[in-house]
């Protein structure tokens, strides 16, 4: 039976109504761009801050569309094998040294590349024209690939395709959905931005810091989450080496609400610091006098609120 997939969105709105219901908060610029990238058939680019909700895009659209997600996390020294494709070589040794007899092994060294003796990989299972549903594949922190690797990637970003020198070309009958995320430790080359369309994710306002965390964690007291967003929108004015995405906010309201916490106070927010904070220099910075006056902020906040 072949498989069906859902519909594209028709419209912006409707594919922030969709991401929006798969629990991603989807400013009207994103909700364009991921619309664009549907409907012209384009890699989608992301930029920005670790923990800003990049990878989730990727996770959403294949939720909201139905469609698998193949992830390929990229790494220092990623190469051909270990992103497209291998040969079992050990199959192909164990192949000839079953062939018997001349003409065993004449037919057998016309058959050595067939496509059983191939391993796929996150790119050419992307691209395998055997697909019953164009899949989602999510090319994740690409800047932490070497530079060279970005060369392979042009011809499955333009013709979602793959050369393989011994099968020949390998191309997609429906193209896959392509989402590309990149933390700028390096610059991503010309030649691939021009393959994309490009976004910047930047970290989210208050307002949509707290939607956010009130789709995800409902059980959030609201006064606890109206703190939270505050004060970590307060972190995020500071100078600090690694300052706390998304990611963080949502991680540091779980573990309040395991601690039952109702509202920030001094003693939870020291303790807990190792959960939103991730270097020591960070931690030590904020637990003195930073603390305390984001605090008194909070709370000259609420009690404005009241009057």
């Not at 991921?34 to 012209?40: D, Q, S």
């Not at 291998?86 to 040294?97: D, P, S, T, V």
């Not at 050419?124 to 990637?153: G, M, Q, S, T």
């Amino acid at each position: 039976m072949k498989l069906a997939s859902a519909a594209l969105p028709d419209s912006i709105d409707a594919t922030a109504a969709l991401l929006l219901e798969h629990g991603y908060v989807a400013q009207r610029e994103l909700a364009t761009a991921a619309f664009l990238a549907l409907r012209l058939q384009r890699p989608l680019l992301l930029e920005g801050e670790p923990g800003t909700g990049k990878t989730e895009i990727a996770k959403s659209l294949a939720l909201m569309l139905d469609r698998p997600l193949i992830r390929l996390q990229c790494y220092e020294g990623l190469d051909l094998n270990a992103a497209a494709y291998e040969w079992n070589y050990a199959r192909q040794m164990l192949e000839i040294r079953l062939a018997e007899g001349p003409e065993q092994k004449a037919s057998l060294s016309e058959d050595l590349f067939a496509r059983r003796f191939l391993i796929p990989r996150a790119l050419f299972k992307a691209i395998d024209p055997a697909n019953a549903i164009a899949p989602v594949l999510l090319i994740d922190e690409l800047d932490r690939a070497d530079e060279a690797f970005e060369a392979y990637l042009l011809e499955v970003l333009s013709e979602f395709q793959l050369t393989i020198p011994e099968l020949g070309v390998i191309k997609a009958t429906q193209p896959p959905i392509v989402i590309i995320t990149s933390n700028r430790t390096r610059e991503i080359h010309d030649a691939l931005r021009r393959r994309c369309l490009y976004h910047w994710v930047d970290f989210p306002d208050a307002a949509r810091e707290l939607q956010i965390l009130r789709l995800r964690l409902p059980g959030l007291p609201l006064r606890l989450a109206q703190q939270i967003v505050a004060f970590i929108q307060g972190l995020r004015q500071l100078e600090l080496y690694k300052l706390p995405g998304l990611a963080e906010t949502l991680e540091w309201s779980r573990a309040l609400l395991e601690l039952n916490a109702l509202v920030l106070d001094p003693a939870t927010l020291h303790s807990t610091l190792g959960v939103l904070l991730k270097y020591q220099d960070d931690i030590l910075r904020v637990q003195g006098s930073e603390a305390a006056r984001l605090l008194e902020q909070l709370q000259a906040q609420v009690i404005s609120d009241r009057g």
